[in-house]
């Protein structure tokens, strides 16, 4: 009489055939139009500096200016058009903003078309190049908030390969860098830390060659 296969092995057998499925699916999702990235997992670690924000979205990067924008989004506050969770217009780049006690203010990055593209970074002169070389890596660090795929029938690309070419970049010039994906449903947003343990910005081990402060 054959010997019958005992629970524990058909639990392993299973297990295992999970297992091998999901390495599957991973390949299959890092191979995406031919392009392979590399899995990270950032480290991230409790820093003195303080965190220069950036969006990428649509193969573009926008400086935020958060002066100006907080400015922007106080007078709509004051006029009553951010009242109510509201959405309005900072008048920046084609953002809106979100006026909330928890989160702070959120950033939906509708329109993209006068943000610079992240090929910018190849010429010497450019904005772009400008606002990340003006990073002081001795007391600030990048902080991207980054889309991770085409949304609203975009032809444009992603954010993330925008985010690693500036990321990359940055790591030449000793920054480091955070960032977290967000998207239209979970947008961009900055909040006080006092307020909240969500409106923490870290930057990662993988983000910068120098030692962690």
């Not at 660090?141 to 990321?167: L, M, P």
């Amino acid at each position: 009489m054959k010997n019958l296969i005992s629970l524990d092995s058909l639990t392993d057998i299973v297990s295992n055939s999970v297992g091998i499925l999901i390495i599957f699916a991973v390949i299959n999702l890092i191979h995406d139009n031919n392009k392979t990235y590399q899995l990270e997992i950032p480290l991230e670690h409790a820093t003195d500096l303080s965190p220069v924000f950036f969006i990428a979205k649509d193969d573009r990067i926008l400086a935020m200016d958060t002066d100006k924008l907080f400015s922007n989004a106080a007078l709509q506050a004051t006029s009553g058009a951010a009242g109510g969770k509201r959405i309005f217009a900072l008048d920046f780049f084609g953002l809106f903003g979100q006026i909330d006690e928890d989160k702070g203010i959120s950033f939906y990055a509708r329109d993209t078309s006068q943000w610079p593209e992240f090929h910018e970074l190849e010429k010497r002169n450019s904005d772009l190049r400008k606002k990340l070389n003006s990073i002081d890596p001795a007391k600030q660090f990048a902080y991207f908030f980054v889309y991770d795929n085409s949304e609203d029938g975009a032809t444009a690309g992603s954010g993330f390969e925008a985010f690693r070419k500036a990321r990359e970049y940055l790591k030449a010039h000793y920054v480091k860098t955070g960032w977290q994906p967000v998207n239209s449903e979970a947008p961009a947003n900055i909040c006080d830390s006092a307020y909240s343990s969500r409106c923490i910005y870290l930057p990662s081990y993988l983000g910068g060659g120098s030692t962690a402060k």
